[in-house]
């Protein structure tokens, strides 16, 4: 599955935990769950060496017992990277760090998976009209004057 599509099946809540901290809870469905561990499945055969058979050509329930944890990762890291790239596309908020907070609970394969990342953000800053407002110069002596007293001092 494309990290497109991916980040288009991801839905996104958002809470205000301070001022300047958001968190982003992230939910992604069953079928986008099923559909990534079917994909990093794939891709560890392709790979696999297991005794007995050629590589590449173990078959997959015999991969998935062996590589279980790997799969696992994969999935994970696949679907958090996504949600992050869907967060920074989000123009709304203007993130300059990120925490993915405690270890987050690993995805099951059959079941919807929800994480959340810790984002502090720019502050918002609401300026008060400034247009019309009416500002004194402090005078200056005239140019002619400074030279004029600079000339004679010399």
Same mark, same amino acid.
């Given at each position: 599955? *494309?990290? /497109?599509?991916?980040? !288009? %099946? ?10 300047? *901290? ?8 069953? /079928?986008?769950?099923? =559909? ?6 794939? @891709? ?7 005794? %007995? ?16 944890? *790997? ?11 996504? $949600?992050?790239?869907?967060?920074? /596309? ?10 993915? %907070? @405690? ?8 079941? /919807?998976?929800? #994480?959340? #990342?810790? #984002? @502090? ?7 008060? @009209?400034?247009? %019309?407002?009416?500002? $004194? $110069? ?9 030279? =004029? !007293? ?5």
């Amino acid at each position: 599955m *494309s990290v /497109e599509s991916l980040k !288009k %099946g991801i839905q996104i809540e958002w809470k205000d935990i301070e001022p300047c *901290s958001r968190r982003a809870e992230y939910l992604v469905s069953k /079928e986008l769950v099923d =559909a990534e561990f079917t994909e990093a499945l794939k @891709e560890v055969s392709k790979q696999a060496q297991l005794p %007995g058979f050629r590589k590449g050509k173990a078959p997959l329930a015999l991969v998935k017992s062996r590589y279980i944890q *790997s799969i696992v990762d994969d999935v994970a890291r696949l679907i958090q990277s996504a $949600a992050y790239e869907k967060t920074l /596309e989000d123009k709304t908020i203007d993130p300059i760090a990120v925490d993915p %907070g @405690e270890t987050q609970k690993a995805p099951k394969q059959g079941e /919807e998976y929800r #994480f959340s #990342f810790n #984002f @502090e953000t720019a502050p918002d800053i609401k300026l008060p @009209e400034y247009k %019309g407002l009416k500002l $004194a $110069a402090p005078k200056s002596p005239a140019l002619d004057e400074l030279l =004029a !007293k600079r000339l004679e001092y010399l």
